[in-house]
């Protein structure tokens, strides 16, 4: 069964560093989305992706946060300069059309330093 | 705006007992709802969703939900625990006129007492 998939599984940084979390949707989807669960809180949304181009961001998209496809499998989110509140899990999700399923990864773990 | 509440952190039940999980919502267009189980140190895996038509929704693992609207609510039940159901169960709402986010709530830790 196709799945999302997410490397790395796990990843340690140092505050000011810049990292990239990669996610590999499953391959007929069209939209993508970053979540992210800091330790012991609630799943938060982070932006949502359709047809190259963000469709929604939440407030915590910031100015360091991007997204990108860049080749048409993949999907990337890059922090610029990783703070110490950027710990936490990140999970990536797709879905295949509107008012379908998302389907999440296994989640990336960030800790910041 | 959307918004999830699920009531209690935590909850503990027997091997073999009824477990309920409770989900309320808040939603100003009709809602279409799930529930995700999350196994430690894993991703978030689907367990049933609500859209429309039948109220009451079966879901992997033995797990149902029913809808009602008049309560704005989405519990989670199973008829009988198992110690595999240990886990961390999150319900969520989505944006469907919008683009589609999850809204989640807090999550629900369960434990099953042997």
């Known amino acids: 069964e196709p799945e999302v998939t997410q490397t790395p599984s796990h990843q340690v940084t140092q505050m000011g560093q810049e990292v990239i979390l990669r996610c590999v949707p499953i391959s007929n989807h069209l939209y993508f989305y970053w979540y992210r669960q800091i330790l012991g809180q609630k799943v938060e949304f982070l932006v949502s992706?359709?047809?190259?181009?963000?469709?929604?961001k939440s407030e915590i998209f910031d100015d360091q946060f991007s997204v990108e496809r860049p080749d048409g499998s993949n999907f990337t989110l890059k922090i610029r300069s990783t703070k110490l509140e950027d710990s936490a899990m990140y999970f990536c999700a797709s879905m295949k059309g509107v008012r379908e399923t998302q389907y999440f990864g296994p989640g990336t773990r960030l800790l910041v330093l | 705006a959307q918004s999830v509440t699920q009531l209690g952190s935590h909850v503990s039940v027997s091997e073999g007992a009824l477990v309920l999980l409770r989900c309320n919502y808040s939603?100003?267009?009709?809602?279409?709802l799930f529930w995700y189980v999350q196994y430690p140190n894993q991703g978030l895996q689907l367990l049933l969703k609500?859209?429309?038509?039948?109220?009451l929704v079966k879901g992997i693992n033995g797990f149902e939900a029913e809808f009602k609207k008049s309560e704005t609510s989405f519990h989670l039940t199973k008829p009988s625990a198992h110690m595999s159901d240990a886990a961390e169960y999150f319900c969520a709402v989505s944006d469907v006129f919008g683009n589609e986010k999850l809204t989640f709530g807090t999550g629900t830790r369960l434990t099953i007492i042997p």
């Open positions: 939603s100003s267009v009709p809602p279409y």
């Open positions: 609500y859209t429309t038509g039948a109220t």
């Open positions: 992706f359709y047809n190259n181009e963000i469709s929604e």
